[in-house]
């Protein structure tokens, strides 16, 4: 294939055999019918001689090289490769290569053996591919102008995605190892194992600028500035988007105040990155999103999530086109399980058996198919709470901190889940409340912790400080769960008018918003598996205020 031949024998690619390695292996599956399977596991693997073990989170080889591998390109058709007929191209968020003429000579193109499919037995249709190719470009072309006006319209990022085969939301990370020079040890080990923390995220590309052209489009950067001396050292973390260069978030961490800093950055970053992900792709057309943006768009992230039960199933919808789109991606079975058990707890329509059932098949596919996804088994584990699996959820959230021990919010759900039905020991109480108080101010998954601390302070009887802490929680984000706890609350204080006031105010957002569900299905459920007779005050809560309500909701 003469157009491969040349670009391997330039100056760009001459001295780079994985660069090498690379393209050739990607045209040749290309050519043999098999680019549906060039994914960064099997390039690994054939193309640089990777374990059967390898793992793209961990070993960035494949996204690095296909960085590197773009930069030549476009440098070898800038140079020596001008005029070539036929180009090669591999899209971004993809590593399927492309074909197309440039400078197109008839002359020319009726000589190279190599064009579009670069198969001989079409030779006879030169001039009618060539013709056709025009008129797709053209429209492609008009297609493009068209997306990029409605972008526009809707005040959506001028960027175009014409395909699926983006898969990823790509996060640079900017500073550093490369760009300091008087980083100490424990700066060294934090941007390190930082990075190592982002990159186990399976729905974000997370790049490095030793390897990433700082000028390539990027979804989102994260800039690392390391201020103040070594024993009073400051790490500011800023947020941009890489399309505007906005600022989306920033905060700056005292290093050595926080004995458990690279989980609290990880977790507000985390969480920021959802937020900023979810507001980048509301809005586009969810049929032009590759799977892993669908996960993110079903997924609950703080800020763009909305507490109805119309958001929520269009979120199931979302994670059964992410599954239709590719029936082999476990973070998105893991979504629909989470979501399909949690309107069963929380809906009353919605807690069918058939939905059940999907729950629990789409939590095993999960699993099966992703088991070393620290997201994909955060989800399943929340399932499984829902559910009323409560050992499962434990044993899940604690394999989540052996997939990625940063995980803040699994820490969390460890130390909480067991007291889901029983009063917890005054240590749990605390600890929670310690881990409530090492969260930024303004990272708005605080609800879930404030949340829990209304719980455990209400199966301990300290009536005051649960209220407190729920209406905090309120404050940042309701749910059916936590109105319903904090109507029951009010019910135990005596305020039975208030109680039946927090009730129908969120009838709004969740019609079949029912006491009588979680008294006698949702909490029952939860509870089924703990033997213990302490369970019993949870449940006795919630029946009186299906009791207490009746004729009031």
Not at 143 to 163: A, I, K, N, W
């Amino acid at each position: 294939m003469k157009s491969l031949d040349r670009i391997l024998s330039s100056e760009e690619f001459a001295t780079s055999p994985n660069l090498q390695k690379f393209l050739s292996y990607i045209i040749e599956q290309k050519l043999n019918g098999n680019e549906a399977g060039l994914k960064a596991y099997s390039i690994a693997i054939d193309a640089f001689g990777r374990s059967e073990d390898f793992d793209s989170q961990i070993d960035p080889i494949v996204r690095v090289q296909a960085g590197r591998l773009r930069k030549e390109l476009a440098a070898y058709y800038e140079g020596a490769g001008a005029n070539d007929p036929v180009r090669i191209d591999v899209p971004r968020g993809s590593y399927r290569p492309e074909f197309s003429y440039q400078n197109v000579n008839l002359e020319s193109a009726e000589n190279e053996k190599d064009k579009i499919s670069f198969n001989s037995k079409f030779s006879k249709y030169k001039i009618i591919g060539f013709t056709l190719a025009t008129v797709a470009v053209i429209m492609l072309i008009a297609g493009v102008t068209y997306l990029q006006h409605r972008d526009e319209h809707h005040g959506l990022p001028q960027t175009v995605e014409t395909s699926n085969d983006i898969d990823t939301i790509s996060v640079a990370i900017h500073g550093g190892l490369e760009a300091e020079s008087d980083l100490d040890s424990k700066d060294v080990q934090f941007v390190q194992e930082f990075r190592q923390a982002l990159s186990r995220n399976s729905s974000l590309t997370v790049l490095v600028s030793e390897n990433h052209d700082v000028n390539a489009p990027t979804d989102f950067i994260i800039e690392q500035s390391f201020l103040g001396t070594q024993s009073n050292r400051l790490i500011s973390i800023e947020l941009l988007n890489g399309r505007t260069m906005e600022l989306v978030w920033g905060n700056t961490y005292a290093r050595e105040e926080s004995e458990d800093l690279l989980a609290q950055v990880t977790r507000d970053v985390n969480s920021q990155l959802f937020g900023a992900s979810v507001r980048a792709l509301e809005g586009r057309d969810p049929r032009r999103l590759s799977a892993a943006q669908l996960f993110v768009l079903a997924t609950w992230v703080p800020g763009p999530a909305k507490s109805t039960l119309e958001w929520e199933k269009e979120r199931v919808a979302l994670a059964r086109l992410a599954i239709q789109k590719d029936p082999n991606f476990g973070p998105a079975y893991s979504v629909l399980a989470d979501k399909l058990a949690y309107l069963a707890a929380v809906d009353g329509p919605s807690n069918t058996q058939k939905a059940l059932d999907e729950a629990e098949e789409s939590a095993q596919l999960a699993v099966e198919l992703n088991a070393g996804d620290p997201n994909t088994i955060f989800n399943v584990a929340q399932y499984n709470w829902h559910a009323g699996n409560l050992d499962d959820s434990i044993r899940l959230q604690n394999r989540v901190l052996e997939l990625a021990p940063n995980h803040g919010f699994a820490g969390f759900f460890v130390n909480v889940l067991p007291f889901s039905c029983l009063p917890p020991p005054v240590r749990v109480l605390q600890e929670a409340i310690a881990f409530d108080q090492s969260l930024s101010a303004d990272n708005p998954v605080r609800w879930v912790t404030l949340t829990w601390i209304g719980w455990l302070h209400m199966l301990r009887g300290e009536l005051e400080q649960a209220l407190e802490a729920e209406q905090k929680a309120a404050q940042i984000f309701q749910i059916p769960y936590t109105t319903i706890r904090r109507a029951a609350i009010l019910n135990l204080m005596g305020d039975r008018d208030q109680a039946a006031q927090v009730i129908l105010q969120q009838r709004a957002n969740w019609p079949n918003l029912s006491p009588d569900h979680f008294a006698y299905v949702t909490y029952p459920r939860i509870c089924r598996d703990v033997d213990n007779p302490d369970k019993e005050i949870l449940l006795d809560i919630y029946r009186k205020l299906a009791e207490d309500m009746q004729g009031r909701v």
